[in-house]
Nanobody
Framework: VQLQASGGGLVQPGGSLRLSCAPS????????MGWYRQAPGAQRELVAT???????NYADSVKGRFTITRDNAKNTVNLQMNSLKPEDTAVYYC???????????WGQGTLVTVSS
């Protein structure tokens, strides 16, 4: 599965960005999709995930600010990021998981910079 991520950029604190991830197969053929991020010098961490059944999960640090959704018509999974903070600065990676076989796929990463 190939994942094409887009939507990163530079935004001021308090601003918004929307990330989009397009898989090379139907999102309904994937067990789950999500977003992870990696800040300089830090480990990659979970941001948000969404299962095919519609269950979402968020890191505590982004709850209430970020929303992960699925666009069935465009076959994309999106991450709406509001009230961005400088600590949200990181490379954001799209991820997809399959069950049979059990595999995890990664997109190329898109940089989000929150700075005044």
């Amino acid at each position: 599965v190939q994942l094409q991520a887009s939507g990163g950029g530079l935004v001021q604190p308090g601003g918004s960005l929307r990330l989009s991830c397009a898989p090379s197969r139907s999102i309904f053929n994937l067990n789950a999709m999500g977003w992870y991020r990696q800040a300089p010098g830090a480990q990659r961490e979970l941001v948000a995930t969404l299962t095919t059944g519609g269950t979402s999960n968020y890191a505590d640090s982004v709850k209430g600010r970020f929303t992960i959704t699925r666009d069935n018509a465009k076959n994309t999974v999106n991450l709406q990021m509001n009230s961005l903070k400088p600590e949200d600065t990181a490379v954001y990676y799209c991820n997809a998981k399959t069950v049979f076989p059990a595999r995890s796929y990664w997109g190329q990463g898109t940089l989000v910079t929150v700075s005044s």
